[in-house]
C-alpha cells in the first residue's frame, strides 16, 4: 500500500531510517533518529510517499521537496524488494504531478555500513526516463552524485 503525507510519525522515522542505513553507503548513515530528523528539517515542503508491506513495515520511502526553486526528489528501497518493479512505480507516482523532478545520483561504487558494495542505481533512473546533468555534480566527504532531470 502506497501512503502520502506530510509528516511522518517517530515509528514511521525509525524505520526509514533503518532502510536508509541499510541501503546507502556507510558515508551517508545517521548515527542516530535525531540524524533523521535534522535531514528532514533542511527539506522545504516535503511530501513523503511510503509504500508498506501486508504487515504495516516501510519498505520503501520517498520524498518531494523544494531545493533551489526546482522540484526535487530522495528515494530509498528496501533490498527485500528490490527487482520487483516496485521502486519504478515508486517513482512514476512521484511524476505523476510533476513536469520536471531532480535528484542527486551517487555514481560511484561506495561501502555500505554491513561491508557490501553499493552499487549506483544511476542506470535504474536512466532506464526511467532521466536524463544525466554531467556538468553538474556534487562532490564532499560524503558522498560523489551527479545531478539528474526528468521532464515530462
Known sequence: MLLTKTSLTNSEKTQISGIWNNEYPESLNFIDSNGFDNYLAGLSDPVHYLLEGENGEILAWACKFIRDNEKWFAIIIDKKIHGQGKGTALLNSLKEDETVLTAWVIDKEAVKLNGEIYKSPLNFYL?????????????????SAVKITWKK
Open 127 to 143: 532506464k526511467n526516463g532521466f536524463l544525466l546533468c554531467p556538468e553538474i555534480r556534487l562532490e564532499n566527504e560524503k558522498m
